[in-house]
């Protein structure tokens, strides 16, 4: 029977206790321990006598930087769709977090400004606000202190099959050690590689398909600082500017901030153009002076460091969905299929619905013998979803240059209507923002109500937000 791209976001979404699992598999191999490999292994625990996660690095028992995650100290949010997700995997999971110094933002302590101007409240979304190295160290705590999860260091070298399915995964010894490679017998794989994934390579050695891969140039910087916060409990805890996109790039086109553990302001500061990179002290706090107040206060305080820069060239995907050929009981999540712009705030919680599309899976009584293509079908669904939110907000800048969808026009004004009215009328931004927050799927904007309320508040308004360009 059909199912609307919406419902199914809607089922996946849901903030439900998990029921109904069983035990379908021996031995699970998760290859990458940051977050999409740990949620992974979590819902994996429901399904497999064991999970083995394999990661090249040594992963700390505490919160800190890890070789493979560059981008960790950038501003990471977990939004209200994957906050959801944690909470269903990791009951208590919110109170955890709290207690350990991350702020559960209302949407009364979230503000965003368009251009300057404010933005009503939704009322109904809000963040667990940390950053990536905090959140990432309990969702390990509490993925491996599960009895059947275990940790392998090493690394992940190919994929061995039998009878049109995946059966191990060739392993040797991380860099600066010896020692001879060795196969782990496995059920179930999951690729959580990240956007540098070698499945792609392995499959087309090995004579499968290889998927394609759709890029967006986006050539962003990011520079982040962070800052002594001298409240524990700010008025404000997280805020995004944003501008509308110029022929001449601004030299802060969006700026985000949040309160984050150990009392301190996490500021990342994005631009485009081909600029110089932000990396000097006394400029930072001169570009966050420009921006809304909470941004010019917080830079007041000690710098914790020196302003921490990256670059990100393209969005990109790879659609296994498409595939005609491809191994049973092998999926792939994370940015290992699919990453975005950054300042949208989509990857974990992309993570976190990606695992709960594993978890719809095996609870579906799926005939491993076959490859997974349920799974992907699901999943495509929050792919196209995340892809969708990023992708056409980057199109709107006049350095990017497509690759645009078919009905690109129609959808941007479409769009460019309920942006708009979102700003000042509660009832489109409750809509607006279940989209953005990962809560709801990007068509269900698309209902005619919505779209006549938009009209009515900007026919309404004087004085338009913005000239169109």
């Given at each position: 029977m059909f199912e609307?791209?919406?419902?199914?976001?809607?089922?996946?979404?849901?903030?439900?206790?998990?029921?109904?699992?069983?035990?379908?598999?021996?031995?699970?191999?998760?290859?990458?321990?940051?977050?999409?490999?740990?949620?992974?292994?979590?819902?994996?625990?429901?399904?497999?006598?064991s999970v083995m996660i394999i990661e090249r690095d040594a992963l700390p028992p505490a919160a800190a930087p890890r070789p493979g995650t560059p981008h960790d100290g950038q501003l990471h949010t977990l939004m209200h769709g994957g906050r959801m997700q944690l909470q269903r995997l990791f009951p208590g999971f919110e109170d955890e977090a709290q207690a350990g110094g991350a702020m559960v933002s209302s949407p009364y302590t979230i503000r965003a400004y368009a251009d300057g101007v404010p933005k009503v409240s939704d009322g109904t979304m809000g963040l667990i606000s940390s950053s990536r190295p905090f959140l990432e160290s309990l969702v390990r705590r509490r993925t491996l202190a599960l009895p059947n999860v275990k940790v392998l260091t090493c690394r992940a070298k190919g994929l061995e099959f039998r009878g049109g399915a995946v059966s191990g995964v060739r392993c040797g010894p991380v860099v600066g050690s010896v020692g001879d490679e060795w196969v782990e017998d496995a059920d179930f794989v999951v690729d959580a590689m990240g956007r540098a994934s070698k499945l792609a390579d392995w499959l087309e050695k090995d004579g499968w398909e290889r998927p394609a891969m759709r890029r967006m140039a986006i050539d962003i910087d990011y520079a982040t600082g962070y800052f002594r916060r001298t409240t524990s409990d700010p008025e404000l805890a997280a805020a995004i500017a944003y501008r509308t996109p110029t022929a001449i790039p601004p030299r802060v086109a969006s700026g985000a901030i949040t309160a984050i553990e150990d009392d301190r302001w996490l500021i990342t500061l994005a631009n485009y153009g081909k600029q110089a990179p932000i990396r000097d002290v006394e400029e930072f706090r001169k570009l966050c002076g420009e921006l809304p107040s909470v941004y010019r206060e917080a830079v007041e305080g000690e710098p914790l460091g020196d302003i921490l820069t990256y670059h990100q060239a393209d969005s990109r995907r790879r659609d296994y969905h498409l595939l005609k050929r491809f191994p049973a009981r092998l999926i792939s999540v994370g940015d290992a299929v699919a990453s975005f712009n950054p300042i949208y705030g989509q990857g974990m919680s992309s993570a976190a619905l990606h695992a709960s599309c594993l978890s719809d899976y095996l609870r579906s009584a799926p005939d491993l013998r076959r490859p997974t293509r349920g799974f992907f079908a699901t999943q495509r669904v929050v792919v196209d979803a995340a892809w969708q939110i990023s992708t056409s907000a980057d199109l709107a800048r006049p350095d990017v240059h497509g690759p645009y969808p078919r009905g690109y026009r129609l959808t941007k004004w479409f769009a460019e209507q309920i942006a708009d009215a979102s700003v000042t009328d509660r009832k489109v931004a409750v809509r607006f923002n279940s989209v953005t927050y990962m809560r709801s799927h990007p068509s269900s904007l698309a209902a005619p109500s919505t779209l006549l309320r938009a009209l009515r508040v900007n026919h309404s308004s004087r004085q338009p937000r913005r000239e169109r360009g």
């Open positions: 609307s791209a919406a419902r199914v976001f809607s089922r996946l979404s849901t903030d439900e206790p998990i029921t109904r699992t069983e035990v379908l598999m021996g031995r699970a191999v998760v290859l990458g321990g940051s977050l999409a490999g740990l949620l992974a292994a979590r819902v994996l625990s429901d399904h497999a006598e």
